[in-house]
């Protein structure tokens, strides 16, 4: 799920901001996202120095209102997001784990007692 990668990306979720929360605690900084809509298996996380990019994809369910009776549809809805950080971190430590919706990183910083 985590994979270091320096490339730039846009934020973008579909019709809604995940909402994220960055926490530096002692020597790594943390970042937690809020993805009720998303699977595991459907999440990225890609990892540079100063940013986190956040994407996957979102399970969406709409109602669809048929000819004879209702029915509900269940698509998906690709997203991104770039978060920044506020200390440099060395990416090729980075963890991640998903549960009950919320994604936690996990970032050892480069230099714990330097800012940026």
């Not at 549809?73 to 919320?102: C, D, K, M």
Request: charged share 25%.
């Amino acid at each position: 799920m985590v994979t270091s990668d320096n490339a730039g990306a846009a934020a973008s979720w579909g019709t809604r901001t995940p909402d994220v929360e960055v926490i530096e605690e002692g020597e790594a900084v943390v970042v937690l996202a809020d993805l009720p809509e998303a699977r595991e298996e459907d999440l990225r996380v890609d990892v540079s120095p100063l940013r986190v990019v956040i994407a996957g994809t979102n399970r969406v369910m709409a109602a669809v209102q048929a000819s004879e009776a209702p029915r509900r549809h269940e698509g998906a809805e690709a997203f991104q997001h770039t978060v920044p950080l506020p200390r440099e971190v060395l990416p090729e430590g980075a963890s991640a784990q998903y549960n009950n919706g919320i994604l936690e990183i996990i970032l050892p910083k480069r230099d714990p007692g330097a800012t940026v």
